[in-house]
Structure formats: structure tokens, C-alpha cells
Nanobody
């Protein structure tokens, strides 16, 4: 089966940096979009950044200029480089990917387990 595993979260001071990783593994035929979402306490999950199979990457305005999404196709891994972190960036960060498993023709939606990011002094 296909799974997404995130890593890289933790506690960081305001102004600091973290790099999140999301590795897709299993019987994968192809990967379309890979994205990062986040969910702060008491708030809905929101899209942070997207790396489409075709086209340009996008990030939401609240993190523009501070966060960068990238992808290593050979490793089926997406990254979220987060710089100049602010307390309001505190959330659980989730990886999402649209993957066609090997042996199927269906595009399925997969989620990672989430990784906690806490920005605090």
C-alpha cells in the first residue's frame, strides 16, 4: 500500500527555521500534486503550499517569502522549508499527495500522520 511519512517538526524560536520532509512509499505508479497543509488548535485545516505535477508551485499569502516547497522526484519526497517562523505558524503540518498506485488507474488522495511545529520563545 501507499503511505506518506512526514518528519522534521519540532520546537523553534521565533525567527528560526525548520525543514519538513514528506516521503511517499509503497507501490506507486505516479504522483500528481504534493501539498502541505496545516491545522492550528481550534482552526480548520488550511493549504500552505502546493507542488503540482505540472505548472508552478504556489504558497498562501501568509507564508509567501518565508516558506518554500520543493520536491525530489527520484525520492518521491516533498519538502517545506520554513524560514522566519512566527508564533502564528504553530500548527500540525500535514502532507497530502495525489497518487496512482501501481496496478491501478485511479488517482487517490493520501495524507500523512502530521508533524507538530511549535514556534515559541
Amino acid at each position: 500500500q501507499v503511505q506518506l511519512v512526514e518528519s522534521g517538526g519540532g520546537l523553534v524560536q521565533p525567527g528560526g527555521s525548520l525543514r519538513l520532509s514528506c516521503a511517499a512509499s509503497g507501490r506507486i505508479f505516479s504522483i500528481n500534486d504534493m501539498s502541505w497543509y496545516r491545522q492550528a488548535p481550534g482552526k480548520e485545516r488550511e493549504l500552505v503550499a502546493r507542488f503540482p505535477r505540472l505548472g508552478s508551485t504556489t504558497v498562501v499569502d501568509s507564508v509567501k517569502g518565508r516558506f518554500t516547497i520543493s520536491k525530489d522526484n527520484a525520492k518521491n519526497t516533498a519538502y517545506l522549508q520554513m524560514n522566519s517562523l512566527k508564533p502564528e505558524d504553530t500548527a500540525v503540518y500535514y502532507c497530502n499527495a495525489q497518487i496512482t498506485p501501481l496496478g491501478t488507474s485511479y488517482l487517490n488522495d493520501y495524507w500523512g500522520q502530521g508533524t507538530q511545529v511549535i514556534v515559541s520563545s
